[in-house]
């Protein structure tokens, strides 16, 4: 287990991370989302030790992390980084050599990496002569090259072309079945809803929300019904009690359930208008689940 | 991996790129260039004897031995070509075959042709040999019988003084290479750390390793290879001395090469540990030259005060800066070489050093900690010491 535990961290006034906590099971993959500057990579810079918690720890398999830990996990910083004038294999090399492998070990999984990004022609090219696209492959094997325990990726899908977010999220589902417990932040909520087995949302320094997306969705209070009825007069759920009609339009329904309303009266009531072509349980989208708990704490604040 | 290995990929990662930079190989290059130039000038122009060719119209061996012996005396090797008559003689002094032509040598009414009155030494020649044969000559109508004077036996009383000299002068040009390696390689570390903080790739290399691993790593690789830099120039320029014969006291140069090679280590870690930090404090290349200035400059002021200490080994000026840190790598070298510092000023020197280059390293670590992740324009002295891994 990755645990990430009461992390609190401020620059001065300004209390960037206020207790953040979230645990990642080995082989999952967590998703973290998070408005701008909500302290998703000062929380991953902390994880790293590029940045001291004020409070709190970092855990890998029980234990804090240290430097000899920190070597076994993959990191893709934000900002990216890489030696501009160095060629892709040495560049490889090095990183992986740095993260503890053995020089013979080092190339070989190099070459690996290079090969398995489509980078293999590309070996001997400096950094700086590849676009941007060929960069962030480099990056992303820079992260992978050392056969990492843990992943954690600042941003990787940003600047990516579909094709490239492919790529990229197969070698991650790739690594999770490893049994590689995977972090990566993200503001493409859709890709983070296709990827991810959790999720963590991040406002103002504190986890509003964590857990699968299925979880998330169960939290979420007021269930919404959708209602197809073509032959349905308009207003005719107004009358159930407990229903609130979200928007009606020609006989398309969504319906707002308040807590203890019974699902099969509203079926019922919709039945006696006629046809009844849809009738199922409409599942938030991660957007409106991170718009809900990024704003619920943007209320009660 | 223990502490030390990641020091010792970070420096090989230095000496592996750096050797095969364009700009470390041709300023190597051009460095040998120069101290090879600068041999084979000393061979040229310290062996040069200038020669000069005089024709003699008449002349008896006596006329050219005359000429020859007085050349002698002015350093000059005289070469004597018979004529046949003044016509010939003006001819060849006309066509530059000969500087001079004498004619009449033994004669009432010698007779120097020259192509212009500004050839004064082959003339000089002439007329001191007509001079010197007319006293022969007279004595010899007298009845003396002219002796040679004998040999003048030199005796030096202080030989050392010699090959201090010498000394001094290679301990110059040790000291004018020693500058030029800890500008060139304090260049490189405070570049390499500003292109390791433009590009960010600072952060990933920071999660395997602690700053101060970072910071030893590119010291001693790039010093290492200065140091092979060093050692080779002056391997190359010893044995080419010794070989050439440009210098004739080879006790007076070893010590004075290898001193300069320590103070180069001294010199070489002061400078790119206090290079290293002042350039964390930047993120851009643009931005190197305001933080470098000062200790540039300090520099500059050592190598200016080396050489006033090769004039005047003993003076005031020499022996307070030897003492100095950043200061002493290059005045000490030469005060050495003088015989002008005593052990234990020596020692005092690089002990003063190493305090320095401890201090530099445990204080500059701190800034280099604190500056090395803020990536973002410059970072004032007080923040990165504040700012420690904030």
Same mark, same amino acid.
């Given at each position: 287990?990755?645990?990430?535990?009461?992390?609190?961290?401020?620059?001065?006034?300004?209390?960037?991370?206020?207790?953040?906590?979230?645990?990642?099971?080995?082989?999952?993959?967590?998703?973290?989302?998070?408005?701008?500057?909500?302290?998703?990579?000062?929380?991953?810079?902390?994880?790293?030790?590029?940045?001291?918690?004020?409070?709190?720890?970092?855990?890998?398999?029980?234990?804090?992390?240290?430097?000899?830990?920190?070597?076994?996990?993959?990191?893709?910083?934000?900002?990216?980084?890489?030696?501009?004038?160095?060629?892709?294999?040495?560049?490889?090399?090095?990183?992986?050599?740095?993260?503890?492998?053995?020089?013979?070990?080092?190339?070989?999984?190099?070459?690996?990496?290079?090969?398995?990004?489509?980078?293999?022609?590309?070996?001997?090219?400096?950094?700086?002569?590849?676009?941007?696209?060929?960069?962030?492959?480099?990056?992303?094997?820079?992260?992978?090259?050392?056969?990492?325990?843990?992943?954690?990726?600042?941003?990787?899908?940003?600047?990516?072309?579909?094709?490239?977010?492919?790529?990229?999220?197969?070698?991650?589902?790739?690594?999770?079945?490893?049994?590689?417990?995977?972090?990566?932040?993200?503001?493409?909520?859709?890709?983070?809803?296709?990827?991810?087995?959790?999720?963590?949302?991040?406002?103002?320094?504190?986890?509003?929300?964590?857990?699968?997306?299925?979880?998330?969705?169960?939290?979420?209070?007021?269930?919404?019904?959708?209602?197809?009825?073509?032959?349905?007069?308009?207003?005719?759920?107004?009358?159930?009690?407990?229903?609130?009609?979200?928007?009606?339009?020609?006989?398309?329904?969504?319906?707002?359930?308040?807590?203890?309303?019974?699902?099969?009266?509203?079926?019922?009531?919709?039945?006696?208008?006629?046809?009844?072509?849809?009738?199922?349980?409409?599942?938030?989208?991660?957007?409106?689940?991170?718009?809900?708990?990024?704003?619920?704490?943007?209320?009660?604040? | 991996?223990?502490?030390?290995?990641?020091?010792?990929?970070?420096?090989?990662?230095?000496?592996?790129?750096?050797?095969?930079?364009?700009?470390?190989?041709?300023?190597?290059?051009?460095?040998?260039?120069?101290?090879?130039?600068?041999?084979?000038?000393?061979?040229?122009?310290?062996?040069?004897?200038?020669?000069?060719?005089?024709?003699?119209?008449?002349?008896?061996?006596?006329?050219?031995?005359?000429?020859?012996?007085?050349?002698?005396?002015?350093?000059?090797?005289?070469?004597?070509?018979?004529?046949?008559?003044?016509?010939?003689?003006?001819?060849?002094?006309?066509?530059?075959?000969?500087?001079?032509? %004498?004619?009449?040598?033994?004669?009432?009414?010698?007779?120097?042709?020259?192509?212009?009155?500004?050839?004064?030494?082959?003339?000089?020649?002439?007329?001191?040999?007509?001079?010197?044969?007319?006293?022969?000559?007279?004595?010899?109508?007298?009845?003396?019988?002219?002796?040679?004077?004998?040999?003048?036996?030199?005796?030096?009383?202080?030989?050392?003084?010699?090959?201090?000299?010498?000394?001094?002068?290679?301990?110059?040009?040790?000291?004018?290479?020693?500058?030029?390696?800890?500008?060139?390689?304090?260049?490189?570390?405070?570049?390499?750390?500003?292109?390791?903080?433009?590009?960010?790739?600072?952060?990933?290399? %920071?999660?395997?390793?602690?700053?101060?691993?970072?910071?030893?790593?590119?010291?001693?690789?790039?010093?290492?290879?200065?140091?092979?830099?060093?050692?080779?120039?002056?391997?190359?320029?010893? $044995?080419?001395?010794?070989?050439?014969?440009?210098?004739?006291?080879?006790?007076?140069?070893?010590?004075?090469?290898?001193?300069?090679?320590?103070?180069?280590?001294?010199?070489?870690?002061?400078?790119?540990?206090?290079?290293?930090?002042?350039?964390?404090?930047?993120?851009?290349?643009?931005?190197?030259?305001?933080?470098?200035?000062?200790?540039?400059?300090?520099?500059?002021?050592?190598?200016?005060?080396?050489?006033?200490?090769?004039?005047?080994?003993?003076?005031?000026?020499?022996?307070?800066?030897?003492?100095?840190?950043?200061?002493?790598?290059?005045?000490?070298?030469?005060?050495?070489?003088?015989?002008?510092?005593?052990?234990?000023?020596? $020692?005092?020197?690089? %002990?003063?050093?190493?305090?320095?280059?401890?201090?530099?390293?445990?204080?500059?670590?701190?800034?280099?900690?604190?500056?090395?992740?803020?990536?973002?324009?410059?970072?004032?002295?007080?923040?990165?010491?504040?700012?420690?891994?904030?």
């Amino acid at each position: 287990m990755l645990e990430f535990d009461g992390l609190v961290k401020a620059y001065g006034d300004n209390r960037v991370l206020d207790g953040v906590g979230f645990t990642v099971a080995p082989g999952q993959m967590f998703g973290f989302c998070g408005s701008n500057g909500a302290g998703k990579t000062t929380t991953m810079r902390i994880a790293m030790g590029l940045a001291r918690a004020d409070a709190g720890q970092v855990r890998w398999q029980g234990t804090a992390l240290t430097e000899a830990t920190r070597r076994r996990i993959g990191y893709m910083p934000e900002e990216r980084g890489l030696y501009p004038k160095m060629k892709v294999v040495e560049q490889l090399v090095y990183f992986a050599r740095l993260h503890g492998l053995g020089s013979a070990e080092a190339k070989a999984a190099a070459e690996h990496w290079t090969e398995r990004l489509g980078l293999a022609d590309k070996r001997d090219q400096r950094v700086e002569k590849l676009s941007l696209g060929n960069q962030q492959r480099v990056q992303l094997a820079a992260a992978l090259v050392s056969r990492p325990d843990v992943l954690i990726l600042d941003e990787p899908f940003s600047g990516l072309d579909p094709v490239g977010v492919d790529s990229l999220a197969d070698a991650l589902l790739e690594q999770c079945h490893r049994g590689v417990p995977v972090v990566f932040s993200s503001h493409q909520l859709d890709l983070v809803e296709r990827l991810c087995d959790a999720v963590g949302i991040l406002a103002r320094g504190r986890i509003v929300a964590s857990g699968t997306v299925s979880e998330l969705r169960a939290a979420e209070a007021g269930r919404q019904l959708r209602v197809v009825v073509p032959d349905a007069p308009a207003g005719w759920a107004g009358a159930v009690p407990g229903v609130r009609v979200v928007s009606e339009q020609r006989g398309d329904t969504v319906l707002d359930l308040a807590p203890g309303t019974d699902d099969q009266a509203v079926l019922a009531a919709a039945l006696a208008t006629g046809r009844v072509t849809h009738f199922a349980w409409r599942e938030p989208t991660l957007v409106e689940l991170f718009r809900g708990a990024v704003s619920d704490r943007a209320v009660a604040a | 991996m223990s502490a030390f290995g990641q020091v010792k990929l970070v420096a090989g990662r230095e000496m592996s790129t750096r050797v095969r930079d364009k700009g470390f190989i041709v300023s190597s290059v051009v460095i040998v260039l120069l101290v090879l130039g600068l041999m084979v000038f000393q061979l040229v122009s310290g062996s040069q004897t200038s020669t000069s060719t005089i024709g003699v119209v008449g002349g008896t061996p006596q006329v050219e031995q005359a000429l020859v012996r007085s050349g002698e005396t002015v350093g000059v090797q005289v070469e004597v070509t018979e004529l046949a008559d003044e016509a010939a003689a003006r001819q060849a002094v006309d066509d530059g075959d000969v500087d001079a032509a %004498l004619l009449g040598a033994t004669g009432d009414s010698p007779q120097v042709v020259v192509q212009d009155s500004s050839d004064d030494g082959a003339s000089a020649i002439a007329e001191s040999a007509v001079g010197a044969l007319s006293v022969a000559t007279q004595l010899g109508q007298q009845g003396v019988d002219l002796q040679p004077a004998p040999a003048i036996d030199f005796v030096v009383l202080d030989p050392e003084a010699d090959g201090d000299t010498t000394a001094v002068l290679v301990a110059l040009l040790g000291v004018v290479v020693l500058y030029g390696l800890l500008i060139l390689f304090g260049q490189f570390v405070a570049q390499g750390v500003v292109e390791e903080k433009s590009s960010r790739v600072v952060e990933i290399l %920071l999660s395997t390793m602690r700053p101060w691993q970072l910071l030893t790593g590119k010291i001693v690789g790039l010093g290492l290879l200065g140091l092979a830099q060093l050692v080779t120039i002056a391997v190359i320029g010893v $044995v080419g001395a010794l070989a050439l014969d440009v210098v004739s006291v080879p006790s007076a140069v070893v010590p004075t090469v290898v001193s300069v090679v320590a103070w180069f280590v001294l010199g070489y870690t002061f400078y790119a540990a206090v290079f290293a930090v002042a350039a964390s404090l930047v993120s851009r290349q643009e931005d190197l030259g305001s933080v470098l200035t000062p200790t540039t400059l300090l520099l500059v002021v050592g190598f200016i005060v080396s050489l006033q200490a090769a004039q005047d080994p003993g003076s005031t000026l020499a022996t307070v800066t030897s003492f100095v840190p950043g200061l002493s790598p290059l005045v000490m070298p030469v005060r050495m070489a003088a015989g002008e510092a005593a052990v234990w000023e020596i $020692v005092a020197a690089v %002990l003063v050093n190493l305090a320095a280059i401890a201090v530099v390293v445990r204080i500059g670590g701190r800034v280099y900690s604190g500056a090395l992740l803020r990536t973002s324009g410059k970072t004032k002295l007080r923040e990165a010491l504040a700012a420690e891994r904030g």
